[in-house]
């Protein structure tokens, strides 16, 4: 069973600084990774969207990698602004089809 | 182009009632998929339909049930309500059968509470 973790649980980091969030999964045999942005109360918004065959993608600020045989990913945000505070959730979609996520890093980013 | 849609964004029902959640997808997408959020389980996929068949199917009880309409608009319902069903209900659609190389887009939820 396909399992996501995301740890830590909650970040807080002042304006201006660059940071990693994390996510593993257990399970290798994925067909993608995406990494999705939640505001309080709202929908998910995808942010990146990685294959499996690849290692990495780009978005502005946003850099995710993925190295699926050490069941990692990583989602880099270069100079944060108090705008980038939201839920990130990370998930997996495997050989059924579905989607399998994690429960999320809730960043702050302090003016 | 619009995005996914879902009605009703709130909803307020007791124990023992059931309800009907709809998503519409975004035009031309033939695949939908239904997840729940709670705060202790984070989300959980539900179910997936495409062209009108449910291809995907989560760890949920019978209570939960879905359909897709042959306009790829579906419903998902709950019966005999539950405490724990309150959630937020999420709604994704995609181009193709997620797996593929199509991102899900979702919608903003329908908000669910259960007295």
């Known amino acids: 069973k396909q399992e996501v973790t995301q740890i830590p649980a909650a970040l807080s980091v002042p304006e201006g600084e660059n940071l990693v969030l994390n996510c593993s999964f257990t399970?290798?045999?994925?067909?993608?990774l995406q990494w999705f942005r939640q505001d309080p109360g709202k929908g998910l918004t995808s942010l990146l969207l990685i294959q499996s065959s690849q290692r990495e993608q780009t978005s502005g600020r946003l850099n995710a990698s993925l190295d699926k045989s050490s069941g990692r990913s990583t989602l880099y945000i270069a100079a944060s602004q108090p705008g980038d505070s939201a839920t990130y959730l990370c998930?997996?979609?495997?050989?059924?089809?579905?989607?399998?996520f994690g429960k999320g890093i809730t960043l702050s980013v302090r003016p | 182009k619009a995005g996914v849609t879902q009605t009703p964004r709130y909803l307020i029902k007791t124990r023992g009632q059931q309800v009907t959640l709809s998503c519409s997808p975004i035009s031309g997408h033939r695949s939908v998929s239904w997840y729940q959020q709670t705060p202790g389980q984070g989300l959980q996929f539900l179910f997936e339909?495409?062209?009108?068949?449910?291809?995907n199917k989560g760890n949920f009880p019978g209570r939960f049930s879905g359909r897709q309409f042959s306009n790829s608009r579906s419903e998902m319902n709950v019966s005999t309500l539950e405490l724990g069903d309150s959630a937020l209900y999420l709604c994704a659609s995609s181009l193709i059968t997620p797996g593929g190389t199509d991102t899900q887009y979702f919608g903003p939820g329908t908000r669910l509470t259960v007295l």
């Open positions: 339909y495409f062209s009108e068949t449910q291809r």
């Open positions: 998930a997996v979609t495997g050989a059924n089809s579905k989607l399998t």
């Open positions: 399970d290798s045999a994925i067909y993608n």
